[in-house]
Protein backbone atom coordinates (compact mmCIF):
# COMPACT_ATOMS: atom_id res chain seq x y z
CA UNK A 1 0.00 0.00 0.00
CA UNK A 2 1.27 3.09 -0.93
CA UNK A 3 1.85 5.85 1.60
CA UNK A 4 2.08 9.68 0.89
CA UNK A 5 3.80 12.61 3.52
CA UNK A 6 2.94 15.73 2.32
CA UNK A 7 4.79 18.91 4.39
CA UNK A 8 5.75 22.78 3.56
CA UNK A 9 2.14 23.90 4.97
CA UNK A 10 2.31 27.18 7.06
CA UNK A 11 0.43 30.48 8.03
CA UNK A 12 1.26 32.85 5.16
CA UNK A 13 -0.03 36.10 4.67
CA UNK A 14 -2.28 37.27 1.28
CA UNK A 15 -0.24 37.68 -1.48
CA UNK A 16 2.34 35.15 0.09
CA UNK A 17 4.39 32.02 -1.75
CA UNK A 18 4.64 28.42 0.35
CA UNK A 19 5.77 25.26 -1.78
CA UNK A 20 4.28 22.16 -0.45
CA UNK A 21 6.17 18.65 -1.10
CA UNK A 22 5.14 15.03 -1.09
CA UNK A 23 7.10 12.00 -1.29
CA UNK A 24 5.32 8.33 -2.04
CA UNK A 25 7.01 4.98 -0.78
CA UNK A 26 6.28 3.18 -3.71
CA UNK A 27 8.27 3.49 -7.23
CA UNK A 28 5.35 2.95 -9.35
CA UNK A 29 5.10 6.43 -8.43
CA UNK A 30 7.03 7.74 -11.03
CA UNK A 31 4.64 6.02 -13.45
CA UNK A 32 1.59 7.13 -12.39
CA UNK A 33 -0.69 10.32 -12.82
CA UNK A 34 0.12 12.83 -9.30
CA UNK A 35 -2.25 15.30 -8.36
CA UNK A 36 -2.82 17.32 -5.30
CA UNK A 37 -6.21 18.04 -4.08
CA UNK A 38 -7.02 20.14 -1.05
CA UNK A 39 -9.97 20.25 1.61
CA UNK A 40 -11.30 23.43 3.50
CA UNK A 41 -13.31 23.58 6.51
CA UNK A 42 -16.93 22.55 5.94
CA UNK A 43 -16.01 21.88 2.31
CA UNK A 44 -15.27 18.62 0.04
CA UNK A 45 -11.98 17.49 -0.78
CA UNK A 46 -11.13 19.42 -3.90
CA UNK A 47 -8.67 18.37 -7.11
CA UNK A 48 -6.45 21.24 -7.55
CA UNK A 49 -3.32 19.99 -10.06
CA UNK A 50 -2.47 16.95 -11.75
CA UNK A 51 0.95 16.60 -13.69
CA UNK A 52 0.91 13.55 -16.14
CA UNK A 53 4.21 11.51 -16.30
CA UNK A 54 5.25 12.87 -19.81
CA UNK A 55 5.03 16.46 -18.01
CA UNK A 56 1.75 18.28 -19.03
CA UNK A 57 -0.09 19.59 -16.01
CA UNK A 58 -4.12 20.56 -16.02
CA UNK A 59 -5.28 23.15 -12.99
CA UNK A 60 -8.67 24.30 -11.46
CA UNK A 61 -9.45 27.51 -12.87
CA UNK A 62 -8.87 29.16 -9.26
CA UNK A 63 -5.40 28.45 -9.09
CA UNK A 64 -4.43 29.07 -12.86
CA UNK A 65 -1.94 30.98 -12.95
CA UNK A 66 -1.13 31.06 -9.40
CA UNK A 67 0.08 27.36 -8.68
CA UNK A 68 2.86 25.33 -10.53
CA UNK A 69 2.71 21.39 -10.10
CA UNK A 70 5.94 19.23 -10.47
CA UNK A 71 7.08 15.95 -10.04
CA UNK A 72 11.01 14.26 -8.75
CA UNK A 73 10.45 10.76 -10.36
CA UNK A 74 13.92 9.84 -8.98
CA UNK A 75 13.03 10.92 -5.66
CA UNK A 76 9.07 9.46 -5.64
CA UNK A 77 8.42 12.78 -5.22
CA UNK A 78 5.96 15.73 -6.33
CA UNK A 79 5.60 19.43 -5.47
CA UNK A 80 3.38 22.43 -5.98
CA UNK A 81 4.08 25.96 -5.71
CA UNK A 82 1.78 28.30 -4.50
CA UNK A 83 2.10 32.04 -5.33
CA UNK A 84 -0.28 35.25 -4.70
CA UNK A 85 -1.98 33.10 -2.14
CA UNK A 86 -5.58 34.30 -1.59
CA UNK A 87 -7.66 33.34 2.09
CA UNK A 88 -10.04 30.80 -0.06
CA UNK A 89 -6.37 28.80 -0.86
CA UNK A 90 -6.72 28.08 3.17
CA UNK A 91 -7.16 24.15 3.65
CA UNK A 92 -5.39 21.10 4.46
CA UNK A 93 -3.17 19.90 1.33
CA UNK A 94 -3.14 16.27 0.01
CA UNK A 95 -1.15 14.17 -2.81
CA UNK A 96 -2.17 11.13 -4.23
CA UNK A 97 -1.42 9.39 -7.31
CA UNK A 98 -3.16 6.86 -9.98
CA UNK A 99 -2.39 4.88 -12.94
CA UNK A 100 -3.13 5.98 -16.58
CA UNK A 101 -5.64 3.80 -17.22
CA UNK A 102 -7.37 3.76 -13.77
CA UNK A 103 -10.25 5.75 -12.90
CA UNK A 104 -9.68 6.04 -8.94
CA UNK A 105 -7.03 7.57 -6.85
CA UNK A 106 -5.25 5.55 -4.27
CA UNK A 107 -7.48 4.63 -1.51
CA UNK A 108 -4.89 5.41 1.42
CA UNK A 109 -4.47 9.45 1.86
CA UNK A 110 -1.74 10.93 4.02
CA UNK A 111 -2.22 13.25 6.64
CA UNK A 112 -1.96 15.92 4.29
CA UNK A 113 -0.19 19.69 5.00
CA UNK A 114 -1.98 22.70 6.41
CA UNK A 115 -1.91 26.06 4.28
CA UNK A 116 -3.54 29.47 6.23
CA UNK A 117 -3.57 32.29 4.32
CA UNK A 118 -4.47 35.21 6.51
CA UNK A 119 -5.82 38.48 4.91
Known amino acids: QVQFVESGGDVVQAGGSLRLSCTASASTFRDEIIAWFRQAPGKERELVATVFTGGMTTYVDSVKGRFTISRDNANNAAYLQMNSLKSEDTAVYYC?????????????WGQGTRVTVSS
Open 96 to 108: NSRGLWSTNWRAS
